[in-house]
């Protein structure tokens, strides 16, 4: 069998590389290998896969690594005939199969039926050819039933007569391996790279180690030599003596010093976190000197502290940029916002714009004496009193100092209206709170419920009112101490209170529930003490007018009275209404006192003779106008 017709099989090694296959260098040994599975031959993997791979390279560097072998074909024929064994219930013989393989000029293979050759012949030791027949026997004798097969081949039959005939063996071909030209160097690059290998691991950790000791001496011994040069220079910069704790190397901005614990001595109140100097390499390129850009981490103090830092000249050209991160200022005893921003000066002075981390709130500062003159502009924020209050946008301009905010105008958008007016907080031992504010088109029920209070009103609010607020901190002020102002509201309705209801139920005793739904309600309110005092000066709901007083005392107590009018045509009725109760529970009582009727105006000239035939009103007679349900709202 020649080599483009054997079958080849992986050793015990070539399956253990075959599920590892990256432990094969060569792209064509692993692919090669992976096709090779003990069923095609040489001949065939060519004819598949030859015009990708060089199957016969690839094949004898395999055999001569010894992850294949030849498959032996007759082993695998005697296996077969050694496990098969007669069935002693059949009395004929079983026919005995023998498979000859032909030579490779003529591939095809006969097949030798021994149970049809005559018995006589075979007992009379005849080995001659049946000429009828055409078939091929073997020679010698043919084994009986009864007698084993011998494995080793030595009664192995016998093609043919001719002298080309060739017996059936079970060795493989041989194959003539010639080395490769890189296998003499392959050997040495593999023992080079082990070396490189071990080599580097070896210098890694001292490299490492090396790294680390100059990093820690760079981070924390070599800046102290310039401390003073550091200190001399800033102090240049401020104007003013500045001291500082730490300092040290760091990776912020791509390497900068780090100074902690800054502190400015004409400043006590000033204090920062820690302090970067960032070299602006660029910058000291151009300029042949250090240029550097400072950035400010948690810096805290007064107004008063940021003014003065504002108001310093700019003395020195070092100084690229400020930056600020986390910047915070002391008002009222409490740390408002958390900005970050930068510095830029001008020939107007500084100016310090800043925006708190989410971009919702921006402010710009400048220097104005000794304090901080303020616009800010905000998105969905809180203000710092009222807290409870949300609003939508908001712009507030005014005067910080260390006293006290001084607001000289706001603006701002929230429940559903506008808002706007000026106001101002002192703080001293407690911080106290005046505004003025004019309100349009406010969610009347939205307010109510933000301020704690148990009024059952809806509409929309529009006024002007001055509050006033009491407390130890600004963001404690949350409810208006005192209140004084007008107010319109119009398209809501009074819960709990049903005047329509009071009428129609006249002289039956106290009432509660329902719901008085009106077109428009104007009055003013004032707040004394624990007590608020309502006058409605016109409530208009149909046919249905009043006015009146009632007051929300201690534990939102009500108390008062309105006189109620329901007017049909010309003619009127006046009826009074008390209030009792609480805001959770209110009370209406009518009053029946003698009705009072309201007769029109003298008839001009020519008034209709069947008005005149009426006579003259009778004095003191009362005429009342019947409520129907639900005529009233």
């Known amino acids: 069998m020649n080599f483009e017709d054997t079958v080849y099989v992986k050793t015990e090694l070539g399956d253990a590389r075959a599920k590892q296959p990256r432990s094969i260098s060569s792209h064509e040994l692993r692919a090669t290998l992976l096709l090779i599975d003990g069923r ?142 890189g296998d003499s160097t392959r050997g040495g690059m593999i023992a080079l790279g082990f070396f490189v290998e071990r080599l580097w691991r070896g210098l890694l950790p001292i490299a490492a180690f090396l790294l680390i000791g100059a990093l820690v001496v760079a981070a924390f011994l070599l800046p102290e030599r310039y401390r003073a040069d550091v200190e001399s220079a800033m102090s240049n910069q401020l104007g003013t003596s500045v001291r500082f704790g730490g300092l040290r190397a760091s990776f912020a901005g791509g390497g900068s010093l780090q100074l902690s614990d800054v502190r ?62 986390r910047l915070s200022v002391t008002a009222g005893g409490e740390q408002w916002a958390l900005l970050s921003g930068s510095v830029t000066h001008d020939q107007n002075g500084a100016t310090a714009t800043l925006r708190d981390a989410l971009g919702g709130l921006s402010v710009t500062a400048t220097g104005d004496g000794d304090a901080l003159r303020v616009d800010a502009v905000a998105v969905n924020q809180v203000l710092p009193v009222f807290s409870q209050i949300p609003f939508n946008t908001m712009q507030v301009v005014g005067r910080l100092s260390d006293e006290g905010f001084d607001v000289s105008s706001f603006g701002a958008s929230a429940l559903d209206g ?58 404690e002020i949350r409810y208006a101490s005192s209140v004084n102002g007008r107010f319109d509201v119009t398209n809501g ?46 409530l208009e709901a149909g046919a249905l007018e009043a006015s009146g007083t009632f007051k929300i005392g201690a534990l939102e107590s009500l108390s008062g009275a309105l006189t109620t009018v329901v007017g049909r045509g010309d003619r009127r009725v006046r009826l009074p209404v008390d209030i009792g109760g609480s805001l959770a529970a209110p009370t209406l009582e009518a009053r029946l006192p003698p009705p009072v009727v309201e007769a029109p105006a003298a008839p001009a000239v020519g008034v209709d003779a069947f008005e005149a035939s009426l006579g003259p009103e009778t004095p003191g007679a009362s005429l009342e106008v019947p409520v129907v349900p639900g005529s009233l709202r």
């Open 40 to 181: 095609i031959t040489v001949r065939e993997m060519k004819r598949r896969f030859g015009s990708s791979l060089a199957i016969d390279p690839a094949v004898s560097e395999l055999l001569r690594e010894g992850l294949i072998q030849a498959k032996s074909a007759a082993a695998d024929a005697s296996a077969a005939m050694l496990t098969a064994e007669p069935d002693p219930d059949d009395e004929a013989a079983e026919s005995l199969l023998v498979v000859v393989e032909a030579p490779p000029e003529a591939p095809a293979v006969e097949v030798i039926d021994v149970a049809e050759v005559d018995t006589d012949e075979v007992a009379a030791g005849a080995g001659a050819q049946s000429v009828k027949d055409e078939r091929i026997e073997p020679e010698g004798e043919i084994p009986g039933l009864d007698e084993p097969i011998d494995p080793d081949g030595v009664q192995e039959p016998v093609v043919g007569e001719s002298e080309r005939d060739k017996p059936i063996t079970d060795e493989p071909p041989a194959l003539v391996v010639s080395p490769r030209l």
């Open 264 to 325: 400015v001595e004409a400043i006590p109140s000033l204090r920062a976190s820690e302090v970067y100097l960032i070299p602006d390499w660029p910058a000291s390129l151009r300029a042949v000197d250090w240029r550097v850009t400072v950035k400010i981490t948690e810096l805290r103090g007064t107004p008063s502290a940021f003014a003065r830092v504002l108001a310093m000249p700019a003395r020195s050209s070092a100084v690229v940029e400020t930056l600020f991160e």
């Open 418 to 475: 506008k808002l706007s007016g000026s106001a101002k907080l002192v703080w001293e031992d407690n911080t106290r709170m005046t505004a003025e504010v004019a309100l349009s088109q406010i969610n009347a029920e939205g307010l109510l419920k933000r301020l704690g209070s148990s009024v059952r009103l809806s509409g929309s609010v529009s006024g002007a009112f001055t509050l006033g607020g009491v407390a130890a901190h600004p963001s």
């Open 493 to 538: 309705a009074l819960g709990g209170i049903d005047l329509g209801a009071a009428m129609r139920e006249r002289g039956s005793g106290k009432i509660q529930g329902g719901e008085t739904r009106f077109e428009t309600m104007s009055g003013t309110l004032t707040r004394k003490a624990e007590s608020l005092e309502v006058k409605v000066s016109r």
